[in-house]
């Protein structure tokens, strides 16, 4: 891609700051961010173009100067606008006056469309992608819908407060939907409308209290397992040997399997972060015949002509034809070949959570379990029974990939209702009745 004279990494060491500190790159792509723009700057000064505001028309001739250069990669004009984007709308702070402001609220598929943009370029889940949309649409309709509001220049951070306060009154919504809700409208603010929310605090928000997670105890985990045969059997089995999230099962690859170390590696889970957590023994037979299942499945959409999953970031237009290797395949396929909302290919992507909810409810219900209990469940028995079994906390905080010992914590609660629940004083009166 070559160098500006002017310093390489070191350019614009301010933006690349920002970009850091909001976390809209990751650290190794902040360099060639400032690049594109110092590139565009310097296009703009050699042909007098203003280049402290945004000119459209200025960046659409720069990046079809970039698209017909054949040193240029087909992705790089697409980063370099992202770049460029970022810098003006963001870095600058003109995004809610410059682009959006006069755009009325009953018109709002140009602002959905760069909250998406955004929300890709900071490599959220395609699920958290679609409930962030989604709470942006609720959140216009209601601005609409019970004010004089007419354009995005109208909206303020009492329109936040108040839809937040209509969730939590009139709505009766949990406090995790709220806070949902919440993330997604403060992203909205700040990431794609260039508003600053302000002090937020006196807001009416639903209040959490401490909740006991429901637990299984160990014949009832067996009942279950009985209730349940092949992949769903299995399953059911890693939730709870591995102590797995839902779509920490669903997105594993085969790579993450290690079956020489005992291992199950868990790659961006939750705040993105990687962990290892133990392969159970006791599936492992059964999980190497199940892949070679897979494998097959593979390599029959291969000589269709598919057989390509998404990778993670931007590893797809690095490595061309890494998508079809065998490591990078889901451990559950789907059943079905579908179309990548992102990328449009045609692909087998991993098992859906429907589905996996739909096994456990089935079992849950025929094994007669009276809990309301879910796939997280088995999450939760993982930990009480490791507890019970002696296993250090910190251990399990390690492989539960808890960031605080305190969340934690809660299960030692669980375990002491289960393991030393004290004798009810009506069993000692009864008991004192009998031995008269």
Do not use: C
């Amino acid at each position: 891609m070559g160098k500006m004279s002017k310093g390489g990494p070191e350019l614009l060491p301010e933006f690349q700051k920002f970009l850091l500190e909001q976390k809209l790159a990751p650290e190794k792509n902040t360099p060639f961010f400032a690049y594109w723009v110092s590139r565009l700057l310097e296009f703009s000064r050699k042909h007098d173009f203003p280049a402290a505001e945004y000119q459209e028309s200025v960046v659409l001739e720069f990046l079809d100067i970039l698209s017909r250069d054949k040193r240029i990669l087909d992705w790089q004009p697409r980063q370099a606008e992202d770049a460029i984007k970022l810098y003006y709308f963001h870095y600058l702070g003109k995004a809610g006056s410059q682009l959006f402001n006069g755009i009325p609220l009953n018109d709002i598929s140009e602002i959905l469309k760069e909250a998406k943009r955004l929300i890709r370029l900071k490599h959220y889940s395609y699920s958290t992608e679609r409930t962030y949309l989604q709470w942006m649409e609720r959140f216009f309709n209601y601005a609409l819908q019970t004010g004089k509001k007419k354009k995005i220049s109208d909206i303020g951070t009492e329109d936040f407060k108040n839809f937040l306060s209509h969730l939590a009154l009139k709505q009766k919504v949990s406090s995790s939907t709220q806070n949902q809700a919440f993330n997604a409208i403060l992203f909205l603010f700040r990431n794609v409308l260039g508003k600053e929310t302000g002090d937020l605090s006196n807001t009416v928000r639903a209040k959490r209290g401490q909740k006991l997670p429901a637990v299984f105890s160990v014949d009832e985990v067996k009942s279950l397992f009985t209730q349940m045969s092949g992949k769903n059997l299995l399953i059911a089995e890693l939730l709870y040997g591995a102590g797995l999230r839902l779509m920490e099962l669903a997105r594993l690859r085969v790579k993450d399997i290690d079956f020489d170390a005992n291992i199950v590696f868990v790659r961006s889970g939750k705040g993105d972060k990687d962990r290892s957590t133990v392969l159970p023994a006791a599936v492992k037979e059964k999980l190497r015949e199940y892949l070679k299942e897979v494998k097959a499945l593979h390599e029959h959409d291969l000589a269709k002509g598919y057989g390509e999953v998404l990778l993670p970031n931007a590893l797809s237009r690095k490595y061309l034809n890494m998508g079809k290797e065998w490591a990078w395949q889901y451990v559950f396929p789907s059943s079905k070949l579908s179309v990548d909302p992102r990328s449009g290919r045609i692909g087998r992507h991993h098992i859906s959570d429907t589905a996996i909810q739909e096994s456990i409810k089935n079992a849950l219900r025929k094994a007669g379990i009276p809990k309301h209990a879910s796939v997280h469940t088995l999450r939760h028995s993982f930990a009480t029974h490791l507890l019970m079994n002696g296993v250090n906390i910190r251990e399990v905080q390690e492989l539960l990939g808890h960031k605080n010992v305190e969340t934690t914590m809660i299960y030692t609660h669980v375990m002491r209702d289960m393991a030393n629940a004290p004798k009810s004083p009506l069993d000692s009166l009864y008991m004192d009745r009998r031995e008269k």
